[in-house]
Each structure stands twice: as C-alpha cells, then as structure tokens.
C-alpha cells in the first residue's frame, strides 16, 4: 500500500495534456487544503479509472472547484460544522467516480470526538436509486465517535434509511435468499453442516441438500457458508456468500465439510443424470478469482478469451500498459454442453461474481443454452491489489486523516472490449425485485413470514424445465 506521509516529496506530474496542474512541493500542514491537495495528488498517480472520469482535464475541474471550499474551512480542528463541511465535499467528489470498488474512509479531526466519513460510489448509486435523498446519503456514510472512541449510540449519523434497507441491494442478499427462500435464519445458525430442512413455504424446491456454516479461524469478523440443494427432477442448484473456496483449500482442516460441498458440486456438474444448474450470485461481493477455474472449470472443453486487463505504466493518468487477454482454461474433464444452465444476479453481485457473467456471456455466444436472470449487476470489476511494487496504481492512505483511498490496481474490460465499469451488466430476463413478495413483510411488523415467493428463483426453475 502507497502511503502518504506528514511531509510529502516533490511529485512529478507529468503531463498527458495540456491544462495540468503544476507540480509542486506539498505537506499536510494542519488544514483542510493541505488534505485535498494530497489527496488529489494521490488519485492523480494511484487511480486507475481516468479513462472514464477525465479523459479530458475533469479532475483538474475538481481541483480548481474545491480548492477554495477547503481553503475557506481554514485549520483542521474538532469543530463538528467544519468537520461536516470538510467530509461533504469529500464524499461530493468520490460519489462522481466510476469505479465500483472506490471506498474513501477519512476522518474528520485527528483526535477525539471525531465524525468519520467511508464513502462509496456504489453505496451512494445504489441509495440513490432506492429513492435516498442526497443528504440522507451523505448522513449514512458518517459515523460518530465519542471522546470515549466508542461509537455514538442515538446519532443523528450513521442510519440507513428504510426505503435502502428495502431496496433489492440490501435486501436480497445471500444470508436473506438462505432465509426466506430457502428457510434457514443463518444468524441463528451455529457452525457446522446442516442436513435438516425447515422450508419457508410450499414449494417444489430441493429434495436434498447440504448447507455448511463456518466462522473463519483467522478472520473473525468473517462468515462464510454455502448451500448446495437438489430437486426431484435432478436439477443442481448453488447458493454461496462469497467466493471464499480459495480459503479453505489454503486451510483445508479448518472446515473440511466446506470442500466436500464443493467437491460435490463439482461432481454434480459432470454427473450425466443432471438435468439443469441453477447458481445463484445474487448479493454475492465476490472473493477470490482462483474460486472460479476451481468451480467451474469444467463448463467448457474449450480455451477461450473472456475479459481482458490492463495497469497503469506510470504516474500520468492515461498511462496505460496494452490489454492483456484473459483466457479460461478447461479442466480435465468437462460437463454436457446440452445441459441448461441459469444464472440469477442482481445489483448486489459484485467484482468476481461479475466476472463469472462474462464467462457466461461468452459461452452464450458459443450457443450454449444459459440465461441469465434477475437485475442488472454492479459495474465493479477491477482487482484490488495490496502489493504496489508491481503495479502501478491501487490502494494509498494519506495519514492521519485519510485513512484508506481502496481502488484496485488493475482495469477490466469485456472480451470485446466493452466497459461494464459503473455500468454493470444486463440480465437476459429482468425480473423486478419486490420486498414484499422476498420477505413476506417478515421485518416490517417483527413477524415471521407466512409465506414468501421468491419470482426470481422460480423462473430460473421455468427456465431450466421448460428448455
């Protein structure tokens, strides 16, 4: 990770066009310009997405419209005004960008009591599309902390309105798919492996099935867990909270049962008596890229180009390296082309989950008999990378305010080079996400639901039974 210290070198901001601002010598001197200018200076050499937000002198723009709002805040002190003054403007700028990944954490005074920003373009666009206001956006990206450092209970800060909590991105999660459709209170869970079926409503859904929860031995703050089901009629479905696999193939005695799951979904895969797969990415952040060769690897007996990528080659915003072409690369033994496959996504499927799709696409193109079903995804398919001795762009801090600038370190495209970046990508069958329906109003009265319909997932079964 790039860090920024108290007193900053000389960068060289050399010039891609016309119209750049002049190098110079900088410090953080204690006022909220000397924070924007070393923050503005750090995107300019570690962000990664210039091409789509200032492939002109857009950032420039940025530079010349907010320098004298911070200038005009004077000296950083633990006034709450200024604080709010000085976050707000921040998290202006960092809403506008395209990457989907971008997360700014920053703090509003270096001691305490202090008000903390963590702003995100894709938070920000997705409560925005749920009907949030603007402030109220802003407010939800605050936290409060006391003199104490313990955050402030019954702040104004910090709340996620109802209209969010409702919304398709925050809603429809794995952990809610697990409970509502499905029929397990995953919080409610202790780790293990679960062979019991308690179902949420009527349904023609899984004849058996395997559920494996586990709570992470080195990260503790992490859960992890997968469902695998399968009907009567042989149709193989998976549900997964992330693409975590890679993990436990790192650890294999933590949760052995973990791996069984997904050695047996693997072989599902290539069972001949399989009439269909259904994988469920709704919700899912993502995780480790080695989770996909390892999963499904075995969808093609053919090596094909899916995505490509590129980094930046030097502190200029458009430096950029050539595309790289991405290639998936079969395994050993291969499933049935003939048999149907239904992807289910929505705006909460993130970053590999969304690369996963492109493999879909482009085996789509091939003629093969997948559809892919839902709300359209995120846009968020850069790579995050923490080691910046090989790449040139990525994750910087600016201490002790800006404690964390999260960006990745390396650009995606489709195969044909088209950008999904903060766009996302378009399901073949929209199906409207509705609250109601998913949660049966479970949370609305503190009830429990009486009865839940999940429309996505039941067309995904239309779609496999009706090919």
Known sequence: MKRFALFLSVIILAACSSGRIPPEEYMIDGSWSSVFKAYWHGM????????????????????NEYLPVFESLGSITGE????????RAFHEIASDLSDMHYSLAIRGYSGLPSLVLSSSPLKTRMMSNAGCTEDEIFMASVREYGADGKLVEDSDFGALPDVFERSEFQAESPENILRYTIGFDCEKLADGTYTRYFPAMDSEYFETWILVKNQRDTE?????????????DSIVYLLMSSFMFRYYLNNPDECPDMLALAELFKAKLLDSDTSGVIIDLRGNPGGYS???PYLFGSLSSDEFIYMQER??????RLDYSPWIPLRFQPAAETMDPDIPIAVLANNGSVSNSEVLLLIFRELQEQGREISIIGGTTAGAFGAVVDDDSVYNAGQFSVEPFITLVYTPSVQHAAADGTFYEGIGIVPDNPIPFSYKDF?????INGNPAEYTYDSRLDEAFSVIRNN
């Open 44 to 63: 300019n050499d570690n962000y990664l997405y210039w091409n789509l937000d200032s492939p002109g002198y857009e950032w420039d723009e940025v530079y």
């Open 80 to 87: 709450e005004e200024k604080q709010i003054e000085a976050l």
């Open 220 to 232: 503790a703050d992490t859960t992890d867990f997968a469902f695998m089901g399968i009907t009567s």
């Open 290 to 292: 080695a989770d996909t």
């Open 311 to 316: 980094m930046k080659t030097g502190d200029n």
């Open 439 to 443: 949660t049966g109003n479970a949370d």
